[in-house]
């Protein structure tokens, strides 16, 4: 049985039949010519995000005539393959380690009763060296009156209880991680002027890059009836993979469709600068 095409012979081959260059493939799709390299040599590891891939996939296939369906499906075969390889070639791990012969058969019973001795004599050392601070404390502050509040230690609870500044920090999770579609800082919408909304409504698979100024960029492969919001009070900076395959809304108006099916469109702000300026 003949062994079925890689996801790069198979773009190749219908690239061919269409009598396209590689270059001509990247101005049709806009998609970079080394990308387009990549895709043909099985090199889809050495592309930015997994996410990305998928939209090329489809962006190649609509310029060239191949169908989609069964590119992404050879694709998809490849990244198994790449998996299970690597899971095999880990290394093995939970090896039985070498039987140990018990202590107690190996030293006397005088030496094991020393060390007990020794471990006690340690141990009641380091209780005392851990409450003479409180005792000090506490003689002091009864010398000078009864006041407790001098020379006494520092309550525990006080030294483990974080400060507000800190719950913030953990909760808000740092400017690294992006938050959900609607989600903006209360700070910043308090100062930087009326929230701008966008809507997107996918009535077919893509994938999304939308960037609302000052704020976390969003990536995510939408699937046909997927709805996705989100706020700013600048401007947004969208970036689609099929830009047929999703309609957008800006304050409750609809958008022009930002370019035909499979279509890649990079870095388009909305709204445009030009009309946002007063």
């Given at each position: 049985?003949?062994?079925?095409?890689?996801l790069g012979a198979y773009l190749v081959a219908h690239r061919e039949t269409r009598g396209l260059s590689v270059e001509e493939v990247a101005a049709g799709t806009r998609i970079a010519p080394r990308i387009v390299r990549a895709l043909e040599a099985d090199l889809v590891d050495d592309l930015l995000f997994?996410?990305?891939?998928?939209?090329?996939?489809?962006?190649?296939?609509?310029?060239?005539?191949?169908?989609s369906d069964q590119a992404l499906a050879l694709y998809d075969e490849a990244?198994?393959?790449?998996?299970?390889?690597?899971?095999?070639?880990?290394?093995?791990?939970?090896?039985?380690?070498?039987?140990?012969?018990?202590?107690?058969?190996?030293?006397?019973?005088?030496?094991?009763?020393?060390?007990?001795?020794?471990?006690?004599?340690?141990?009641?050392?380091?209780?005392?060296?851990?409450l003479y601070p409180l005792g000090a404390?506490?003689?002091?502050?009864?010398?000078?009156?009864?006041?407790?509040?001098r020379g006494s230690v520092p309550p525990l609870t006080a030294a483990l209880t974080p400060s507000p500044a800190e719950v913030a920090t953990e909760v808000d999770g740092g400017p690294g991680v992006a938050r959900r579609p609607g989600r903006t800082d209360p700070t910043t919408g308090a100062t930087a002027g009326p929230?701008?909304?966008l809507v997107m409504r996918a009535n077919e698979t893509t994938w999304i890059r939308v960037q609302p100024e000052h704020e976390p960029v969003w990536v995510e492969t939408l699937e046909p009836g997927a709805v996705r919001e989100w706020r700013s009070a600048g401007h947004f900076r969208v970036t689609?993979?099929?830009?047929?395959?999703?309609?957008?809304?800006?304050?409750?108006?609809?958008?022009?469709?930002?370019?035909?099916?499979?279509?890649?469109?990079?870095?388009?702000?909305?709204p445009a600068k030009a009309e946002s300026e007063p």
């Open positions: 049985m003949p062994k079925p095409p890689t997994p996410v990305y891939v998928r939209g090329f996939i489809r962006a190649y296939c609509e310029a060239v005539g191949a169908a990244v198994r393959d790449q998996k299970s390889a690597a899971a095999q070639s880990a290394p093995t791990t939970g090896a039985l380690p070498a039987p140990r012969t018990p202590r107690s058969r190996l030293e006397p019973e005088g030496r094991r009763g020393a060390a007990r001795v020794a471990i006690g004599l340690t141990a009641v050392l380091l209780v005392a060296g851990a404390g506490w003689l002091a502050g009864s010398r000078r009156g009864g006041d407790p509040g929230l701008r909304t689609l993979g099929n830009a047929g395959g999703v309609r957008l809304e800006l304050d409750g108006q609809a958008l022009p469709v930002l370019g035909t099916r499979g279509q890649v469109v990079r870095d388009v702000v909305l």
